[in-house]
């Protein structure tokens, strides 16, 4: 369906096939610096975003080197949801991506990586364990609002921190196309 103020119901959902073969979880999120994918003043954005008619990132050019920091998650802890705000008194819509990035074991490395995400504007995409990659925060940007950082109490305790990201953006999150996935891939380095 196309997302382009289309206001009118196209289709609809029907359930065919295996119903029960979706898996949840993050695998690994990678993390850009916003300014480089919308460098702004008129520039062209370094993706293409399909919203007349897929809703998809269809593509990932214009740029060379390591783009896309990868972060590798911790099995069953870290997550991306979306909220999506409505207003019908004020006629408004709006996305709020939320990313929950666990990072195990506290050290100086991790304490100024956290640091420069916390001060940087941002675009991650995120890869689910169903092997999909979804952009967030690709109009707007997304900023650390919450780090949660500290040794535990018990043995079994994490040491750790989770950082929280989010966004307040137009659109909702996109999947990245095929071509757009092996153009990212090509820009990640750790």
Same mark, same amino acid.
Request: net charge negative; charged share 15%; proline share 2%.
């Given at each position: ?29 990678? !993390? $850009?610096?916003? &300014? ?7 520039? =062209? ?5 399909? %919203?007349? *008619? ?68 941002? !675009? $991650?995409?995120? &890869? ?7 952009? =967030? ?5 997304? %900023?650390? *609002? ?45």
């Amino acid at each position: 369906m196309p997302l382009n103020n289309n206001c009118f119901l196209t289709e609809g959902l029907e359930l065919t096939g295996c119903t029960k073969s979706n898996i949840g979880g993050v695998e690994s999120i990678f !993390i $850009a610096n916003f &300014k480089q994918l919308v460098p702004g003043g008129g520039a =062209a954005n370094k993706f293409v975003y399909d %919203d007349a *008619t897929t809703g998809q990132i269809t593509a990932i050019t214009g740029l060379t080197g390591d783009t896309f920091f990868q972060f590798d998650t911790v099995k069953e802890t870290s997550s991306l949801s979306e909220a999506i705000n409505v207003n019908v008194q004020n006629g408004t819509l709006s996305f709020v991506p939320t990313i929950s990035l666990v990072m195990n074991k506290l050290d100086t490395a991790k304490r100024n990586l956290i640091h420069m995400l916390a001060t940087g504007l941002l !675009i $991650a995409v995120v &890869k689910d364990n169903n092997g999909k990659y979804w952009m =967030a925060g690709f109009t707007k940007g997304l %900023d650390v *609002t919450a780090v949660e950082a500290g040794t535990g109490t018990a043995l079994g305790d994490r040491n750790g921190a989770t950082v929280t990201m989010t966004g307040a953006e137009i659109y909702p999150i996109a999947e990245l196309a095929s071509g757009a996935v092996t153009q990212m891939l090509a820009l990640a380095g750790y």
